[in-house]
């Protein structure tokens, strides 16, 4: 019994020694989404899983941040490994402009996973049928505080309109056209349809989208070329035919100094799965992702990901290398 109670103690420190070996062999990896109330934290949590089952030598788990300009900042300061980002906001902190403004970040893209291309909404009553018309009109420019407020402020500012800017939440500006007291806003879309906001304001109160002329794609592709231009089907709802529109990414990124093997493990794994991403964020079910990334990408890719993607035999562009 004595010689028992003498081994007990020295086998708890034999298991104790064995258990921080063993986490120490798997490299923590921190990936910074946004608010763990939004789809995209659980789009986060899909990845987290698929790497760490890829791949014993990962040990991923999710952060919740403050989204794109927090997790850019986070990673230049080594906090976060890869972090959500839209892929204007990493043009912006890629060159040191706007809000990046003399304090550039070499995060390089990873992936993109959903497309949000930004649809102008009036109402149709309102007689709007341009951009050009909605000059002094008081119009939205999307949620306050958001990628799309930002983004619209600039088209806007660049095509030489200047609407009466309404400010609010996403709720409040739908509640302020609902009530005619603003003509209309600009929303992300959810694919090539509306999102579920929008949809809810045109059941109730018939909407317009506004698309853009050649001689305004033309402007923004010189002007603005951290933006994609999207070709969206329209519909019933839209009132419209096909019409085309600017939109961004919403991707994924690195910190500055992650390794090439580290960020070619994470896309290989993330790019060979088909159930989790599409179980945690339906929007990415039947996409091909690399194909997305690579048409719509605006910033350099990671090494590690150009390595991935032409193994699996396509195509990177020299301006994404």
Avoid: C
Avoid at 38 to 44: D, E, G, L, Q
Avoid at 91 to 110: C, M, P, Q, V
Avoid at 144 to 167: C, H, I, K, N, Y
Avoid at 222 to 248: C, D, K, R
């Amino acid at each position: 019994m004595k010689f028992l109670n003498v081994l007990k103690p020295a086998a708890l420190m034999m298991a104790s020694a064995i258990i921080p070996f063993s986490a120490s062999a798997q490299e923590r990896l921190a990936f910074g989404s946004t608010n763990a109330q939004s789809a995209h934290y659980a789009y986060f949590a899909a990845i987290a899983k698929v790497v760490n089952q890829a791949n014993d030598k990962y040990q991923a788990s999710v952060v919740e941040t403050g989204a794109t300009v927090d997790n850019l900042k986070r990673m230049a300061r080594g906090q976060l490994d890869i972090g959500l980002i839209t892929t204007s906001a990493l043009y912006h902190a890629n060159n040191g402009i706007k809000t990046f403004d003399g304090d550039a970040i070499e995060s390089r893209l990873l992936w993109a996973y959903s497309l949000a291309p930004q649809n102008v909404v009036v109402r149709q009553d309102s007689g709007i049928t341009s951009l050009a018309e909605l000059d002094g009109a008081r119009f939205g420019p999307g949620q306050r505080g958001s990628s799309t407020e930002a983004t619209s402020q600039d088209v806007m500012s660049t095509l030489g309109f200047e609407p009466d800017w309404v400010r609010g939440s996403n709720g409040e500006l739908a509640a302020a056209i609902k009530d005619n007291r603003a003509t209309g806003f600009i929303k992300s879309a959810v694919g090539t349809k509306f999102d579920a906001l929008t949809t809810d304001i045109a059941t109730f109160t018939p909407v317009q989208v506004l698309g853009l002329t050649e001689e305004q794609v033309s402007t923004i592709k010189a002007e603005l070329p951290e933006l994609s231009i999207v070709q969206m089907p329209g519909g019933e709802m839209e009132n419209s035919g096909p019409y085309t529109t600017w939109g961004f990414m919403i991707g994924v990124s690195a910190r500055p100094d992650l390794s090439d093997e580290v960020a070619y493990d994470i896309v290989k794994a993330v790019m060979e799965d088909s159930v989790e991403q599409a179980t945690a964020f339906p929007n990415v079910k039947g996409q091909n992702l690399a194909e997305l990334t690579l048409q719509y990408a605006t910033s350099k890719l990671h090494p590690g990901a150009v390595r991935y993607f032409e193994e699996i035999g396509l195509d990177v562009p020299d301006t994404l290398k």
